[in-house]
């Protein structure tokens, strides 16, 4: 037999014995929930206040509620709280505490309430803060985005398809392209938001309740847009969780891919950025190193996001109606996701701010691998009027012959392409450079300069502001 403790005192009415050990530590969830005080304390002054506002509960018990929730915060911010494993989680050991320094009253606060709708009402609350903090980190974020693609607006670097050069880009163009993902995130989570906005506050267990309460007032004070319409949907629904969780597994699957990228473009094999002591690490044996850690850990924690979304998926899935313990394993997965996007969102923006890019490097790659191969058959299509999937195959054999040649098609010299296409002029020469590449891709979201200037203006009307 393990040991056994006193009655709860919150449920223990009906209960001669108390818990067993096992069972407690199975159960208590303080450890994590904790960080939900300011939220739980929050809604019960909201629900204090709409008691006394609806004379359930005597204005003199309302004022000593309050004034003792005020004091519980205080203390909980000063590490001044008496937190205790025996009342589970962080609604029962705020009720206790208040018992403590209120006296009977205490015991008026639960009127009309569950800690089934306190939970939910407590957890929406915290992922609207999370959402908010996140949505601050993913501007800050394209900002610095925006910042270095404008810097290299110009700066020409190869783009590739299959892992192989394809056709030159320029870095400006490749870093908006992050700035518009980070947008969708942004307004992925701002979707999120809007659905989680009601209130579930005063659907008490699960059926709603006989005291006359008014769930609207409650939700105007909480800042919700109106209560849940269905009290058994209230105390259950976690689909704010699992949209929170899928927007961010989304998002940090983005930084992650730019992170892969930081990998790559810093490694010796490209060389096109190099990043500071502050985002690297050294090798404990090989001095030579410096390892892009922060990049590789952004890279690495998108497993977790989608982890935590599984996880989530997972506990919901086949939990018949309302609330079930089961619920209670909501909460860590977000917390270790909303704190692990933020980070990952904070690193990525130092290391987007810090990287220093050898241009040099950039546009030695962009010129390698026939890249302008393109631009010569849109020049054949052009100039002497050949249907494209010829002038593709023209400009396939003249990569062949640069290739046997041992140079790249600028410095192809004019004879040998005559025997390819004898109608060939040096005029073609114009459009194998890759800035001329580049500045020919002028159509609307393409990387002509001129094209990612426009684009950045966009992005700053439509995101910064
Ligand atoms: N700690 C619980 C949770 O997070 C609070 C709700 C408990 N409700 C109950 N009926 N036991 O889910």
């Known amino acids: 037999m393990s040991k056994r403790s006193a009655a709860n005192a919150a449920w223990g009415g009906r209960f001669a014995g108390g818990p067993s050990e096992l069972l407690q530590r199975i159960n208590v969830s303080l450890d994590f929930d904790k960080r939900l005080y300011t939220q739980d304390i929050a809604g019960s002054a909201a629900h204090c206040a709409m008691l006394v506002r609806q ?7 309302g004022e000593r509620i309050a004034r003792g929730l005020a004091q519980i915060k205080e203390e909980i911010e000063a590490g001044a709280f008496p937190f205790k494993v025996e009342h589970e989680d962080i609604h029962l050991n705020i009720e206790a505490r208040l018992a403590e320094l209120v006296g009977p009253a205490a015991g008026r606060l639960h009127t009309a309430r569950s800690r089934n709708d306190q939970v939910a009402t407590d957890f929406r609350l915290w992922v609207r803060d999370a959402i908010d903090r996140l949505d601050r980190q993913m501007h800050a974020l394209q900002a610095a985005l925006l910042d270095r693609a404008e810097e290299h607006v110009a700066t020409v670097m190869p783009g590739f398809t299959h892992s192989q050069p394809a056709q030159p880009v320029t870095f400006g163009h490749h870093l908006m392209a992050y700035a518009e993902m980070l947008g969708r995130d942004r307004g992925r989570f701002r979707d999120a938001r809007v659905r989680l906005n009601e209130s579930p506050l005063g659907a008490a267990a699960l059926a709603g309740t006989a005291f006359p309460i008014d769930r609207a007032d409650t939700a105007q004070a909480l800042g919700f847009d109106r209560p849940m319409a269905n009290s058994m949907d209230a105390v259950s629904d976690r689909d704010f969780a699992l949209e929170f969780l899928a927007a961010a597994a989304i998002c940090g699957t983005h930084l992650s891919r730019l992170a892969e990228e930081i990998v790559l473009w810093s490694g010796p094999n490209f060389g096109f950025i190099k990043l500071s002591d502050a985002f690297t690490t050294g090798s404990s044996i090989m001095p030579q190193k410096r390892n892009p850690d922060a990049a590789e850990l952004v890279r690495g924690k998108a497993g977790g996001f989608i982890g935590d979304l ?5 506990v919901l899935k086949g939990l018949a109606l309302t609330y079930a313990k089961d619920l209670q394993e909501d ?10 996007l933020e980070l990952c969102l904070l690193a990525t923006t130092g290391m987007v701010r810090d990287l220093a890019v050898d241009a040099a490097a950039m546009r030695r790659a962009a010129a390698a691998g026939f890249s302008t191969a393109t631009d010569l058959a849109d020049w054949l299509v052009r100039v002497l009027g050949m249907p494209f999937r010829e002038a593709h195959h023209r400009s396939g054999a003249l990569v062949r012959v640069a290739e046997q040649l041992g140079c790249d098609l600028a410095s192809l010299p004019l004879a040998e392409m005559k ?5 060939i002029t040096k005029n073609v020469f114009e459009v194998l450079s890759v800035d001329r590449s580049v500045a020919s891709r002028s159509s609307f979201g393409g990387t002509a300069p001129t094209e990612v200037k ?9 995101y910064m502001s």
């Open 55 to 61: 004379g359930i509960i005597a204005k003199e018990d």
């Open 454 to 462: 426009r684009a950045i203006a966009a992005a700053r009307k439509r």
């Open 331 to 340: 909460k860590r997965p977000v917390f270790a996701t909303a704190d692990n």
């Open 419 to 423: 025997k390819v296409e004898p109608r």
């Open 310 to 314: 599984v996880a989530l998926l997972t």
